[in-house]
């Protein structure tokens, strides 16, 4: 089972990125899935997460608006859009498969001027 991210960068406030999760070694389309977030020294949080279907999503308060989170299942591919950037959103951010206890390796993202 494996997770693997791409997409991070540095980005200015106020601008764009779309993270990407690819997951193999499980039935992606059965398990929700979900994004986390950690700033340095700081422990890591949930941003968003998603049901199999798509079809249910969950935000943490912080990004409700300027974060959308999708999936594509025949991809077996889960994905962060992020808009609005802040210099507050700068951090790791983490795929993670909660059934079989699996995060990815990160990508950085970092919002600065």
């Known amino acids: 089972v494996q997770l693997k991210e791409s997409g991070g960068d540095l980005v200015q406030p106020g601008g764009s990125l779309r993270l990407s999760c690819k997951a193999s070694?499980?039935?992606?389309?059965?398990?929700?899935m979900s994004w986390y977030w950690q700033a340095p020294g700081k422990e890591r949080e949930l941003v968003a997460a998603?049901?199999?279907?798509?079809?249910?999503?969950h935000y943490v308060d912080s990004v409700k608006g300027r974060f959308t989170i999708s999936r594509g299942n025949l991809l077996n591919t889960v994905y962060l859009q992020m808009n609005s950037l802040k210099p507050g959103d700068t951090g790791m951010y983490y795929c993670?498969?909660?059934?079989?206890?699996?995060w990815g390796q990160g990508t950085q993202v970092t919002v600065s001027s």
């Open positions: 998603i049901t199999t279907s798509g079809g249910g999503t």
């Open positions: 993670y498969q909660s059934r079989f206890v699996v």
């Open positions: 070694g499980f039935t992606f389309s059965s398990y929700a």
